[in-house]
């Protein structure tokens, strides 16, 4: 099972795949032995999945991390598909604020915190989430990830190092050729992958997979 201190443990650089549309592609990320895959629940992404269609979560349970992407959501939504098994842990890609968050801290549910990030100061209230996870992301107002751009590296770093117990994931135009560089500049405990490992959106490229497993596993 892979548990979510593992993916979260900084020692090691672990990998996520986001933007999964489909259970033939988790089911091959999980075979591969990808840490954790993310699925949009925000109906204006291009990688969008209803919850509907999102039945094959339930048959990952235990075999790779489920990550829900969400923005801007009434908490309900999140809240329902993890007590029903589809998920393991909720991402907050929007506007939320530290109060938004308290419904998953109350309820004990583990949740990531996306943050874009044009400086440090985009970064001022990010310990206040008591999230599980910061996943810093290129700032982009209005796209809300997966835009595919790099941001200063620098100021992940400064954040980490002012926040060395609050894991980050790294975000934002990461391919597998750079993946090696931003694992080593950065440290996060994870690399956060969508535009980078497809050959369109919501369509896994596996060649591009089985390159930033190798990149960050050399």
């Known amino acids: 099972m892979p548990s979510l201190e593992h993916f979260l443990n900084s020692s090691t650089v672990s990998l996520k795949i986001c933007g999964v549309t489909s259970g033939g592609d988790a089911h091959q990320l999980a075979a591969l032995g990808v840490d954790a895959l993310g699925v949009n629940f925000w109906p204006q992404s291009k990688r969008y999945l209803a919850p509907e269609d999102a039945h094959w979560l339930r048959e990952l349970a235990g075999k790779i991390l489920r990550v829900g992407v969400f923005v801007n959501e009434p908490t309900e939504l999140p809240l329902r598909l993890v007590r029903e098994g589809y998920l393991d842990v909720v991402q907050l890609h929007g506007d939320e604020t530290p109060e938004d968050a308290a419904a998953f801290r109350n309820a004990g549910i583990p949740f990531i915190k996306a943050i874009g990030v ?6 001022d209230r990010a310990a206040e989430y008591g999230a599980t996870a910061i996943l810093l992301d290129a700032h982009a107002p209005g796209v809300y990830g997966g835009t595919g751009e790099v941001f200063d590296w620098e100021i ?3 954040f980490r190092r002012q926040h060395p117990h609050l894991p980050i ?3 934002g135009g990461i391919v597998a050729e750079n993946a090696g560089l931003a694992a080593m500049s950065v440290q996060p405990a994870a690399l956060d992958i969508a535009s980078g490992a497809e050959t369109a959106p919501g369509i896994k490229d596996f060649k591009k997979v089985s390159a930033f497993l190798a990149a960050l596993h050399h």
């Open 169 to 171: 994931l790294l975000a």
């Open 118 to 123: 044009k400086t440090l100061a985009n970064l």
């Open 156 to 158: 992940a770093s400064d």
